[in-house]
Every structure is written in C-alpha cells, then in structure tokens.
C-alpha cells in the first residue's frame, strides 16, 4: 500500500470490509464451476422485448430524459408505486412519503447517514443480509442480534435486548428486519410477531426498517400485511426494489416512511448521486404503464417455484439427512442449510474442488456464529443444474463426515 494513501485514509477506510460475496467472484467464474453464492434473478425471466417497447416510447421524450432530473425521483414512477404498493402498504403513499433510490441498497445505506453515529446500536436479525450489515458497519454502527426462527425474528425477546442495552449505556436508532423470507434464513415473520414488534417499537421509542425486496415472490401461502401497514404512527420506514420482480441492472429501489424521514434521506443523497437515473427510472415506469409488471410476475414466481422446489428435492435425494436439515421457504431466492456436526468453511474449500460454490453462514452474522450454516440460492441454476450442484455437495459432505 502506498504511504501517501494509507497514512491519510479515513478511520472508515481503516475499518471498512469487503464483502465475501464480491470476493469469492473470482472463484465462481471459474469454468465448469456450479454456483449458489450470489443472490441473482435467473436471466431467462429478465423481461427484454418488454423492455425494448418501453426504450421506443422514451425516444420522444429523450432531451429531457437525458438531463439530470430530481432528487426525489421520476414523479409518474413515484404515483405508479404509489397506487401499486398501496394493497401491501395499507394505503397510497403520499408523494413526500417516498423516495426512489439507486437500489434499495442505496435506502438502508441512506438511513445510515440519517440515523447512526459512531458507535451507536442496530437491533438486527442474527443472521441478517450481509450488505445490510456492511453499510451500517461503515457508518461505526453496532449490533445487538435477536435470533431467527421459521416465524421470522424472535421479537419477543427484544424488550429484554432493549433493556439490558440501554442499562450498559448504548444508544439503539432502530430496527432492522428483512420480514418476507428472510436473507438468508428463508423465513417470514408471523403476523402476531410484526404486530409485537411494532408495540416494541413504540413501546422503546425506537424506529423500524422494513426492507422487503422479496415480498412479491411468494411461491406459496397468503401474502401478509407489512410492518408499515400495521403503523399508523409513522415509525416503520418500509425499503422496496424492481431487483427481483423486474432487473436488478435497473438499480431502481424505493423508500415509503414519515415525510420527515424521507426529507432527510433526500437530503443525504442529494450529495451521493444527485439523483438516481432518469432515463432508466423513465424506462421502468414505460413498462409499468405497459401492465408488464404484473404480466410478468407470474411468469417470474413459477420460474423460481420450479427451482426450489427442484433444490429441495435434490436435497433429499443428495445431501445426508441426518446431518443437515433446513425449512423449506414460501418466496424469495435462498435455502439456509443447518450442519451441526459439518464446519462451512472446511466444506467450501471442499466444494470449490468439485466446483461447486455456496456462501458460508459466518457473514451474516453480526457478532459471531454461523460456521455451520450454508445459504444456498436456486433462483439462478436450472433444475438440472441445481440436482448436479447439489449432488458434488452431498459428496463434500460425505467425504468429510467420513
Ligand atoms: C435483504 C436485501 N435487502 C436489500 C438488497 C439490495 O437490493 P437492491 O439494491 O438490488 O435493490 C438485497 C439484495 O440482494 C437483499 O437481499
């Protein structure tokens, strides 16, 4: 490292950690290589006809497409998901009550900027979505995490998690839950605990973040009604993206919270990226309008049914069951293996021989554990490639349970 740079970097520069997923990249694209590392749509689903109609219309309207546009966000985009989310958010959304974000990254990174000084305290899930934890950590945030069960966050112990954090002096700024099968664990939390968790919420006089980029990929079950939904209080601020029910490469995301919430994010990203591009926000809500987002929905959720439900037999035909055991999600992109007696590491640099990749577990959580979890994506593989990856881990873990 040069020393004109290392000697002047920042405390967060000093601290800050790359992500395990970006890294391992190198080692997934290797040939021959089968993986279920990354989190990614399946391509064959990405909507590219539809898309191209939508480029035609722009056309018109290209000058001003192509010039930088508000803050806030395309406002035909904003009152299209206004009217769109309204169902699961229990009413529309005023225009002040949403912003458009580069990705709903770019959301959870903003209330970083809106909320956490340094050394301040988040109430995460244990395990939680890794980048979610990353940009919090970079803003010198910590956690306190509250395990996951299949009904989703364990939120009747957190009034105890709150009271002891606060004897010790922390400073908690909110709750962070990913409430529709969950990343990475696969579960959904039960309507009776997002009630629980909002009385918390009030009870301790601490916001919550509701990040949902899964919520419309349900495969089986009735939708449930969001945290936001259940607030009337205004102290949920609800995280949206079209990166698994449209492209990720939009890198279009939303928040919907308080006006006074949202205005401070606004303000923080005014000095990120100015805006979120115009011509792509433009571009989703061409197709939006077209009626392609809930044409193409179906075809999305029966694509990823196919798939997982193809990985969980493939589990039972390959894996040793008496060794690992896992839930079965109702929606979104991840399988969370539990292998007591298997160490994830070990099992990776084994898997990687038999090319094959998964994420381990010890990432996701915030302070410590994880070494014998595995997440597992299937929306990405074909079945047929699926049962072959899942076949060269059952022969990892074979080889060193022996
Ligand atoms: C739980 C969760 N939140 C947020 C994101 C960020 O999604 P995007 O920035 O593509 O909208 C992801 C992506 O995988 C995720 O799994």
């Known amino acids: 490292m040069s020393k004109i740079w290392e000697s002047n970097f ?12 970006r890294e391992i990249l190198s080692v997934i694209r290797q040939p021959g290589m089968i993986s279920f590392a990354g989190g990614m749509p399946a391509p064959e689903v990405f909507p590219v006809k539809e898309f191209h109609k939508g480029v035609d219309a722009l056309l018109n309207d290209g000058p001003n497409l192509l010039q930088y546009g508000t803050t806030e966000g395309y406002p035909p985009l904003k009152e299209f998901l206004s009217g769109w989310t ?10 002040d009550e949403m912003l458009l974000t580069t ?10 900027w809106a909320m956490i000084d340094p050394g ?19 803003h010198g945030s910590r956690f306190i995490s509250i395990p996951v069960d299949a009904r989703g966050m364990v939120v009747e112990i957190i009034p105890e998690a709150i ?4 004897a010790e002096g922390k400073n908690i700024k909110f709750i962070y839950t990913i409430v529709n099968f969950q990343n990475p664990a696969g579960s959904t939390m039960t309507l009776e605990r997002r009630k629980k968790l909002v009385e918390i919420s009030h009870k301790y006089n601490i916001p919550i973040l509701e990040d949902d980029p899964y919520g419309y990929v349900r495969y089986d079950g009735e939708h449930l009604p969001s945290i936001f939904s259940l607030d009337p209080d205004g102290g949920v601020i609800y995280a949206g993206t079209f990166s698994k029910i449209l492209a990720p490469g939009t890198r279009i995301g939303w928040c919907s919270g308080n006006k006074d919430i949202i205005r401070k994010l606004t303000v923080f990203k005014q000095a990120t990226d100015l805006c979120s591009s115009p011509i792509t926000q433009a571009l989703v809500y061409e197709y939006c309008k077209m009626g392609y987002l809930d044409s193409h929905l179906p075809n999305i959720i029966a694509n990823y ?20 055991s896992w839930v079965k999600p109702e929606g979104g992109f991840f399988f969370w293996l539990d292998m007591p007696n298997i160490d994830a590491k070990t099992l990776f640099d084994k898997a990687i021989e038999k090319k094959v990749a998964f994420v381990i577990g010890a990432p996701f959580f915030a302070n410590g554990g994880g070494e014998h979890n595995a997440r597992m994506n299937f929306t990405f593989s074909s079945p047929e490639v699926i049962d072959e990856g899942v076949k060269r881990l059952g022969e990892a873990m074979r080889e060193m349970l022996k």
């Not at 920042?10 to 997923?21: E, H, L, Y």
């Open 163 to 166: 009271e002891k954090a606060r």
């Open 103 to 112: 990705g709903s990254q770019q959301g959870l990174d903003l209330m970083g």
């Open 305 to 324: 049914r196919e798939k997982r439900d193809a990985m969980d037999a493939s589990f039972r035909k390959h894996l040793p069951l008496d060794e690992v």
């Open 10 to 21: 920042s405390n967060k520069a000093k601290n800050v950690r790359p992500s395990p997923i």
């Open 86 to 95: 309204a169902p699961r958010m229990g009413r529309k959304v005023s225009l």
């Open 120 to 138: 301040d305290y988040i109430i995460t899930e244990d395990p939680s979505y890794l980048a979610a934890i990353t940009a919090f950590h970079n």
